[in-house]
């Protein structure tokens, strides 16, 4: 029986430069056959909203894109697009997705799933990602991200309270701005719960290496 997800808004961080890419855009690199991009839209489906935060038009209606003001602004001063772009879609009609109220109120869902546009195996793990940060919110929490092998938590691979998330990025500001700010610090002090990524499932692809081997796990795996 599958699991049911908690009420969730997904935003997907789609930026970045990609110099070890030499400079492609990494959205739209194909590794299996389909964007890197549309393997994680994928992972996020029944997402009350989507956002991309990127260049205009990665992705086609009903997901928002968005871009950071400047452009390049890295992770968090994506994160921050994204939030409000999510905020300024709850001023739309509710939709037949939206989520019963939660605890941020009004129909919005208290959670918001946060993955990298690089993480195209991303998808057998969203669920019990989703599963741990609803339960962490329920217990005065603020969300879930993912462990690697190595121990390392994975911040762009995590659902977080979305309370937390704008507390978080108001003290980012006081303290110098977003702008080129460390995700890992935003993060600090933040009471997450981990999920442990076995099998490299949050393997991203930052060189060309690295879009070769994703490219062969998922070509083994589809086969």
Request: hydrophobic share 45%; net charge neutral.
């Amino acid at each position: 029986m599958t699991t049911p997800r908690p009420p969730f808004d997904a935003l997907v961080l789609a930026g970045g430069r990609a110099r070890r890419l030499d400079g492609a855009s990494k959205p739209d690199v194909l590794v299996g056959g389909r964007r890197l991009l549309d393997r994680v839209l994928d992972a996020v489906a029944g997402a009350g909203r989507t956002v991309v935060v990127g260049p205009p038009g990665l992705a086609p209606p009903p997901v928002l894109c968005v871009q950071e003001d400047p452009p390049w602004g890295g992770p968090v001063a994506g994160l921050e697009a994204g939030l409000r772009a999510l905020a300024r879609a709850t001023d739309e009609p509710a939709r037949a997705t939206d989520a019963p109220a939660g605890p941020a109120g009004g129909g919005i869902p208290a959670l918001v799933l946060v993955l990298a546009c690089d993480t195209p195996l991303v998808a057998p793990l969203v669920t019990a990602l989703l599963a741990e940060a609803g339960a962490a919110v329920s217990a005065g929490q603020d969300g879930a991200w993912v462990v690697d092998t190595g121990r390392r938590p994975q911040p762009l691979v995590g659902a977080y309270r979305r309370g937390f998330l704008e507390a978080a990025l108001a003290r980012a500001h006081a303290a110098g701005g977003t702008r080129d700010a460390s995700v890992r610090r935003l993060l600090e002090g933040a009471r997450l719960r981990h999920v442990p990524d076995a099998v490299g499932q949050a393997a991203d692809a930052d060189t060309w290496d690295d879009v070769a081997r994703l490219d062969e796990r998922l070509r083994a795996r589809e086969d």
